[in-house]
């Protein structure tokens, strides 16, 4: 699976959006972007995936460029509930039988 | 909304004691998968699990670890004889689709060897 480059942290203030950027230059063809979050130690829970297209839901919106070297999360009015970890994860064909591999994620911490 | 639960919350053990933890998928999901985070430390792949064997198993999930389902709910992992690297918490998943990188987790089993 590619590699992905996360900013360690990021802050945020209420209501504004946040855009949390992930680097993966070396993703292939069938990998698709997958975003999670984590919770203080809570399981991580799905954001949003992607393959090529921008994507959106009623948690996020997800923009990759287009050569897929890079991504952006967006949370478009960002609340004190959505500081958390943010992981970008990159995997082949929806992943090896769900094999996902966490890296350190991005400390989002949003601000009153 | 469905969700995977997990039990127990949290359990203290000895060293060399077996460990159970126990997982409810959520009911129409057929992929389930255990993952852990030491505390600290990056969230781990373990093994995943369909139509009643193991589809993939990372270099941690030795002859120590195994999972079973036991009947059509559960979803177990157990550690025949914890080690005090052990200590972390367990999350299981679960997903519907084959492959899919869309994974619903529970809340975790924190696991604590003294």
């Known amino acids: 699976d590619a590699k992905t480059t996360q900013p360690p942290s990021m802050d945020c203030a209420e209501g504004r959006a946040a855009n949390l950027p992930c680097n993966h230059s070396t993703i292939s063809g069938n990998e698709y972007v997958y975003w999670y979050r984590q919770i203080h130690s809570q399981g991580p829970q799905y954001i949003i995936h992607?393959?090529?297209n921008n994507e959106t839901n009623e948690m996020a919106s997800l923009i990759i460029t287009e050569d897929r070297k890079s991504s952006t999360l967006i949370l478009p009015h960002a609340t004190l509930r959505d500081t958390a970890v943010y992981y970008c994860?990159?995997?082949?064909?929806?992943?090896?039988?769900?094999?996902?591999?966490f890296g350190q994620g991005t400390i989002l911490t949003v601000h009153p | 909304e469905p969700e995977v639960t997990q039990t127990p919350s949290h359990q203290v053990t000895q060293m060399g004691q077996e460990v159970i933890l126990r997982c409810v998928p959520i009911?129409?999901?057929?992929?389930f998968y255990w993952y852990r985070q030491i505390l600290g430390q990056k969230v781990e792949f373990l093994v995943s699990?369909?139509?009643?064997?193991?589809?993939?198993k990372s270099e941690i999930f030795d002859d120590q670890f195994s999972v079973e389902r036991p009947d059509g709910s559960n979803f177990t992992l157990k550690i025949r004889s914890t080690k005090l690297e052990d200590s972390a918490m367990y999350f299981c998943?679960?997903?519907?689709?084959?492959?899919?990188?869309?994974?619903?987790f529970g809340e975790g089993s924190r696991l604590t060897v003294l």
């Open positions: 992607g393959l090529k």
């Open positions: 994860i990159v995997g082949a064909g929806g992943t090896s039988y769900g094999k996902l591999t």
């Open positions: 998943a679960s997903s519907e689709l084959r492959g899919s990188g869309e994974l619903f």
């Open positions: 009911s129409n999901h057929l992929y």
């Open positions: 699990f369909y139509n009643n064997e193991i589809s993939e």
